[in-house]
């Protein structure tokens, strides 16, 4: 499986981008560093270019402990609020800011807030290519209220730019799929939920995905003492469950082998091949398990 992690900060990231980056995001990144150490897995940390700026020493760290440093863009701008040329710039950015950081090349991205839509794809894709990258995976196959896609769509144009697409895990119920594999999903639902679902994920290809901040439960009052008062739905969607985290995380690594892209798919090493991205039609979705609760059939899908 893989390790995913957007590293960013709260306040700068979701709160108001034009805030300043703060000293919170190199503690919370290294404590995930801490307990990816101790579980002997490796992961690939999607960060941002202004993290990258502020603290280059993090970025070094991640990479010295074994992980990939991949591209989160530079300020979590959503790549559909801004032009070609500017998400070119953004990219382009972030990517030699994180390469100087950590001496390493630089060839995964995900894009802030999943922000990839279909009509994006083209100069997307090639904007991406232009900056030697090898994969994406910023595409949320499903549709829930900030981010998604739901419709369905063609990824040939990947194929085009030789980039694959690593796109997100899910369970689908019925008709709907629904996001479960990280995130608010992971940090509020019970850990028990969570394995029950992943046992069954395809152990090479499952993707999991969480921030630094969301091990941070002191970071509430931080940010209200610094910017006042934070929205109620802020607090449930954004800080409920924080205290859980670390306790899930090492469950969550007793009872999966976790790695990073890079090590999974293109190093030396590597035994797994990516798929040839193709969309997101039936035949490009593997059945993998059917149970049966409460007179429902419960279908549980990888990508």
Known sequence: MIFSIDVEDWSQSVL??????????YDNTVRLIDILEEHNHKAT??????????????????????HEVASHGFNHQSIFNLTPKQVEEDITTSVKLLEDASGEKVIGFRAPNFSI???????????????????????????VIKYGIEREYSLKIFNKYSINEHYLSYVKIGKYKLPFFGGGYFRLSPYAITKLLSKNLDSRRAVFYMHPYETDYGELE???KAYGKIPLKWRLTQFAGRNSVEKKLHKLMDDFEFTSFKQEFYSNDSISTPRSTLSNIDEDITDIATTDKTDMTTKILYS
């Open 16 to 25: 108001n981008t034009s805030n300043p980056v703060t000293n919170r995001v």
């Open 45 to 66: 940390f999607f960060t941002l270019g202004n993290v990258a700026q502020k603290h280059p020493e993090l970025i070094r760290r991640i990479s010295d402990a074994g």
């Open 117 to 143: 839509r279909e009509y994006l794809f083209e100069w997307y894709c090639e904007a991406l290519a232009k900056n030697g990258l090898k994969y994406d995976s910023s595409l949320f196959p499903m549709k």
């Open 222 to 224: 931080a940010v209200k």
